[in-house]
């Protein structure tokens, strides 16, 4: 049995696919690594990143039995168009399955709509292992927790998530499988080559805006590596030439005994030219965890600032303060560490049964509130765009709930366009503020350096919505 796990392909006309590709897809790497330890006499094929045409290609000459696509929200148009011409020559005995971000949170709509017959819903490893063994042995596999479907009769089936992997069984990712030179690695960085590293799953935070659909599924919502598996993993990308990682842990601060764990079997390792950076959450950010991360070479620090108004803070539950924001930029440059802040615009929540939304005078005091910081020596990067109601995010309730969905698709394409039309919020000043944002961003690049150029084609495509917006009306 053969089977191919693939993400989306580069499509000309998309406008929102980066012109370059950070990562590959660490998600579909571990779900091989699980399948290759489980089912050692199943092929399992990973088709990273290529065009549209060589995608088609490459699938039409290995001949799957079944063939896997996993995708977010944002590329849903893209993996439609994939999945029809897969289909088309594949045909209908070859198995089509759909995961990731999308098809967990609406299975219905992705197989009503696309050539689609399974979506796997949450974390896949058990249940892809599950429908392979039983469609290996013929065993009906309809049952299978972690799975939905539309039935013979036209009706749609879920058998809802099933329980996470335990923490041990967590596999380390199949990165054999991976060509470096496909991808960009780290947008800014200190060492190259880069990519980016896993050291836990999910978050167990409840922000409003987060659409991490997958790993809220089930329960804990947190699930954290042993430093152990983190330094075996860290090894082989060392051994693979990799200089730099970033740790895509939503906050690698959440339980601090084990962070600090992690730091101390890292820097016992002793590799004293690999570089870090990683997430941290503000309101966790102790003395001794600088310490441990500066010790480690970890010199990026990435913090979900999101707005500088404790009135929005506290709306889209984000459970962090401003004074927490500015004592934890002040601690992170005691130690000479880099700070990039991420900040958002227009968020809304419901509030006492009633829509609430951040002011265009509230964007504009975060704007300043940046400013100041970075003048201070406090921020060094800083990134914005418009908050986005993607499926999964109680965001998308409430957009849906007060009717808020931007309904021009010609308005709409990009993360920093603008995705909701707020009552009594003028769209050429949000383009405008969107305009400043754009700007201090690209001087704090410019002015700190560090940037991986790799990305130019990238920084071409948001200059030309910087000229854009004071257009816009």
Known sequence: MRIVLADPPKIKDQAKYSAVISYPNIGIISLVAYLRENLPDVECIYLEIETLEDHIEQVRKLKPD??????????????YITLEKVREILGDKTMIIAGGAHPTVIPEAVLRESETDLCVIGEGEETLRDLLANIKTG?????????AYIDDSGGFVSNGPRQFLDTKRIPIPEWDLVDFDRYGGVFISKKKPSTCILFSRGCPFDCTFCSNPVWRSSRPWLRTRSPESICEEIKYLYDRGIRELYIRADEFNSNLKWTIEV???????????????CNLRVDNITEELVKELRD????????GIESMNQRVLDGIRK??????????????KKYDLKIYGFMMFYNAWEEDGQLAFETSEEVDNTIRQASRL?????????????????PGADLYRVAGKYDLFEKDPKKTGQVWDLNMVLPGISRKRMSRQRMKGLILQSYCFWRTGNINWRFWQNAVVKMKYILRSPFEK
């Open 66 to 79: 079944i063939y896997g696509i996993s995708f977010a929200t944002y590329m849903k148009r893209v993996s």
């Open 139 to 147: 065993t009906d596999w309809k049952s299978i927790p972690g799975i």
């Open 263 to 277: 730091c101390k079997a890292i820097k016992a390792m002793e590799l004293k030219d690999m570089f870090f950076q």
């Open 296 to 303: 480690i070479n970890c010199w990026l620090i990435h913090i």
């Open 319 to 332: 459970k962090t303060t401003v004074e927490q924001v500015e004592r934890a930029c002040r601690m992170l």
């Open 374 to 390: 970075r003048r201070k020596g406090m921020l060094d990067y800083m990134s914005w765009q418009f908050a986005t109601p993607y």
